[in-house]
């Protein structure tokens, strides 16, 4: 199994970011649209298509953001952190945003941190959310993979993606209302992600 090619794209998921009832820490969780390099269906239902029926998901540890404003765009600086991935079996099929432990419950295959701080930014706008488009960019390496079986085929992270991945991430202005228990605010986003070449020797 040959790496992707560098700047190659990666994957794309789609999830949502959860800000906790007390509003200290933020974690993301979603599933995947589309892994490059995996043959077969991502979806126990592809014309339903949804965290439900998602065969691949993943979860961040929950992190802290320091917030800077300047004008009508507000950023945030997220610190170096972990996210894991995970492979849903017919024992933890169903993930539901309303339930965030359900996209971590199922056999973990990878677990990539972020190699940098995340840098994101909000333009003010609609009144109801004070943000009209969030962007946010970061670099994750690869620090733990297992192999796993797919579709009768073996896989393993570390031969698709051995030094990480970029990945771009877009939010819109509509929250999810209401936020489940023990969270104050969610919002759902899209991520593409490329993959990351090999580090040049000296």
């Given at each position: 199994m040959a790496p992707l090619m560098a700047a190659s794209v990666a994957w794309y998921v789609t999830g949502r970011f959860y800000v906790s009832s007390d509003g200290k820490t933020e974690q993301d969780l979603g599933y995947f649209l589309h892994l490059e390099g995996l043959q077969g269906p991502l979806f126990t239902d592809m014309k339903n298509m949804s965290e439900a029926t998602?065969?691949?998901?993943?979860?961040?540890?929950?992190?802290?953001?320091?917030?800077v404003t300047?004008?009508?765009l507000s950023l945030s600086m997220d610190v170096v952190g972990d996210f894991s991935l995970y492979l849903k079996d017919a024992k933890h099929v169903g993930a539901s945003f309303e339930h965030p432990d359900s996209f971590s419950d199922g056999k973990r295959i990878a677990t990539f941190r972020r190699a940098s701080v995340v840098a994101g930014g909000a333009f003010a706008g609609m009144p109801a959310t004070h943000r009209a488009l969030s962007l946010n960019v970061f670099?994750?390496?690869l620090v733990w993979s297992t192999e796993f079986?797919?579709?009768?085929?073996?896989y393993d992270l570390r031969q698709l993606l051995p030094h990480g991945i970029t990945q771009w991430g877009?939010?819109?202005?509509?929250?999810?209302t209401p936020p489940p228990k023990d969270f104050s605010s969610v919002l759902p986003f899209f991520?593409?992600?490329?993959?990351?070449?090999?580090?040049?020797e000296r």
């Amino acid at each position: 199994m040959a790496p992707l090619m560098a700047a190659s794209v990666a994957w794309y998921v789609t999830g949502r970011f959860y800000v906790s009832s007390d509003g200290k820490t933020e974690q993301d969780l979603g599933y995947f649209l589309h892994l490059e390099g995996l043959q077969g269906p991502l979806f126990t239902d592809m014309k339903n298509m949804s965290e439900a029926t998602a065969r691949l998901t993943f979860r961040s540890e929950p992190f802290t953001a320091a917030k800077v404003t300047n004008g009508s765009l507000s950023l945030s600086m997220d610190v170096v952190g972990d996210f894991s991935l995970y492979l849903k079996d017919a024992k933890h099929v169903g993930a539901s945003f309303e339930h965030p432990d359900s996209f971590s419950d199922g056999k973990r295959i990878a677990t990539f941190r972020r190699a940098s701080v995340v840098a994101g930014g909000a333009f003010a706008g609609m009144p109801a959310t004070h943000r009209a488009l969030s962007l946010n960019v970061f670099t994750a390496r690869l620090v733990w993979s297992t192999e796993f079986d797919f579709e009768g085929q073996r896989y393993d992270l570390r031969q698709l993606l051995p030094h990480g991945i970029t990945q771009w991430g877009e939010a819109g202005p509509t929250v999810v209302t209401p936020p489940p228990k023990d969270f104050s605010s969610v919002l759902p986003f899209f991520g593409s992600a490329v993959a990351v070449g090999a580090p040049h020797e000296r």
